[in-house]
């Protein structure tokens, strides 16, 4: 049963500064901290906790022992569930999954939302102009969320989906490794020709970021990752041909996935790379009719209309092409990297046509393919 503390003000913000009487101080009325934060987060925790304490120690709840806690703040009173809650998750799935079959990490291509449910199998729901405190935890990792602007000196309605944004911060914490990603290590990948592939594996995952810490590029643990993809590539493109912007293209797709899965990668790799930026093409006339296509136009067109906080990490997905699948090349100081454009203006060398590189280029159109979700 929820706890229920009662005040004669209720809480407006939590003060950013110390301050001294009649002097001014910053308050944060909203706000989203994850323990990556380190001491803010710690020191925003505090504050919030110290407003509820009173009302949970007594009960023999101490801080290290909330594993989450759902607020909803009413003008007078508060209604606290502490380790108490249910929660139920929305997600987008990366395979087709049986009613009652265990689902794992590795299935996740995406939490839609999350919404806590009671003891009584009951949703709590939190009104637009209640306030809401949220820590919750996944294993070690902790966040805090708080919306106190209803009781603000200009109260407004809060107009910001929940379930969804819960959803988020969960997905957050589940997979803090794809947001902790530095400009550094990115720029490794990319150069690598490598990105964090919604298909992968959590560990595979895991194993490509930490290898980008280092300055070696770790072909081995690329070999056996494409390993893997080439077992499950017929059963990918099963999936892909049920989206329009790549049905146009099957007859070639599949030709070169013959020549791939007998090791025919120069062919596999000519007939593939063209056919991407055919996908793309596809995608932008939907998009953006009338427009003209090009490279920097239909990447922007691919990955509009995604959250930035999508699993599918759009923003650096559109800087991955722009940075690999389509790099420009200077043959006349033999920078001639393997790109489409290398590809299709018949700059690209020979030795560059290999397991990898042709495995990146299928990779890329199942990273695709998920922006055509609904």
């Known amino acids: 049963m929820p ?70 703040l009413k003008p007078k009173e508060a209604l606290v569930y502490c380790n108490e809650l249910q929660q139920r998750i929305q997600m987008r799935s990366k395979r087709a999954i049986k009613a009652g079959e265990p689902v794992s990490k590795d299935d996740i291509a995406g939490i839609e939302e999350l919404v806590f449910i009671d003891s009584e199998g009951t949703p709590i729901e939190v009104q637009p102009d209640e306030g809401v ?61 490598w990105f964090p592939f919604i298909w992968m594996t959590t560990d595979e995952r895991k194993k490509v970021i930490h290898f980008s ?8 643990l690329f070999e056996e990752i494409c390993k893997r993809f080439k077992t499950i590539v017929d059963s990918r493109i099963n999936s892909w041909n049920t989206k329009g912007a790549f049905q146009s293209h099957k007859a ?17 790799i000519q007939v593939l790379f063209p056919r991407i930026e055919g996908v793309m093409r596809e995608i932008h006339l939907i998009k953006q009719p009338g427009q003209k296509a090009g490279q920097k136009s239909m990447v922007e067109a691919l990955v509009s209309e995604q959250s930035d906080y999508s699993l599918l990490l759009p923003n650096r997905f ?46 890329i159109l199942d990273q695709m393919f998920y922006y055509q979700l609904p």
């Open 213 to 220: 810490d280092r300055a070696s590029e770790p072909k081995e």
């Open 133 to 193: 405190v949220l820590i919750m935890s996944v294993g070690w990792r902790k966040c805090l969320f708080y919306d106190l602007e209803v009781f603000g000196p200009e109260p407004k309605p809060r107009s910001l989906d929940l379930a969804k944004l819960f959803g988020r911060y969960h997905q957050h914490l589940l997979f803090q490794e794809m947001y902790s990603i530095r400009d550094d290590q990115w720029e490794r990948m990319f150069e690598w020709g």
């Open 318 to 363: 559109r800087d991955y092409l722009l940075n690999f699948y389509f790099r420009a090349f200077n043959q006349s100081v033999g920078d001639v990297p393997l790109s489409r454009n290398s590809v299709a203006h018949g700059a690209s060398l020979p030795e560059d046509y290999d397991f990898v590189k042709a495995s990146l280029g299928f990779m």
């Open 3 to 72: 706890t229920t503390v009662t005040y004669d003000n209720p809480p407006a913000g939590i003060s950013m500064s110390a301050a001294l009487k009649d002097e001014n101080v910053l308050v944060s009325t909203k706000g989203y901290l994850s323990s990556e934060a380190g001491n803010d987060f710690i020191t925003h925790l505090e504050g919030i906790w110290g407003f509820f304490s009173g009302s949970l120690q007594p009960k023999g709840v101490l801080p290290s022992q909330v594993d989450h806690l759902l607020a909803v």
């Open 252 to 268: 070639f797709i599949d030709t070169a996935v013959k020549h791939y899965e007998i090791g025919d990668y120069l062919s596999a």
